[in-house]
Nanobody
Framework: QVQVVESGGGLVQPGGSLRLSCVAS????????MGWYRQAPGKQRELVAG???????NYADSVKGRFTISRDNAKNAVDLQMNSLKPEDTAVYYC??????WGQGTQVTVSS
């Protein structure tokens, strides 16, 4: 199984940007779906964005046009660029390779 480690979270004002990074323990070139998920307090974990080896992407409706997922197979990394952040984006963000183990997550807080 592929282990992942997330980084890049923090506190940002509404309208600001953050870039999250996820590094995998081995090659992700054949991993069907690399995904970024989030879980807000009292809510279920949800898929925010996913990307396939060929570069096909899918996004939750709530983040379309604001978030961009990208993968670098050479670096075993998947990034999530988050722009125009809103308070409702506040959550712990997790990376996952297919249905493998979860990382420790990184906290994103959007607040003035």
């Amino acid at each position: 199984q592929v282990q992942v480690v997330e980084s890049g979270g923090g506190l940002v004002q509404p309208g600001g940007s953050l870039r999250l990074s996820c590094v995998a323990s081995r090659s992700i070139s054949t991993i069907y779906l690399m995904g970024w998920y989030r879980q807000a307090p009292g809510k279920q974990r949800e898929l925010v964005a996913g990307i396939t080896p060929g570069g096909s992407t899918n996004y939750a409706d709530s983040v379309k046009g604001r978030f961009t997922i990208s993968r670098d197979n050479a670096k075993n990394a998947v990034d999530l660029q988050m722009n125009s952040l809103k308070p409702e984006d506040t959550a712990v963000y997790y990376c996952r390779a297919n249905s493998g183990p979860w990382g420790q997550g990184t906290q994103v807080t959007v607040s003035s």
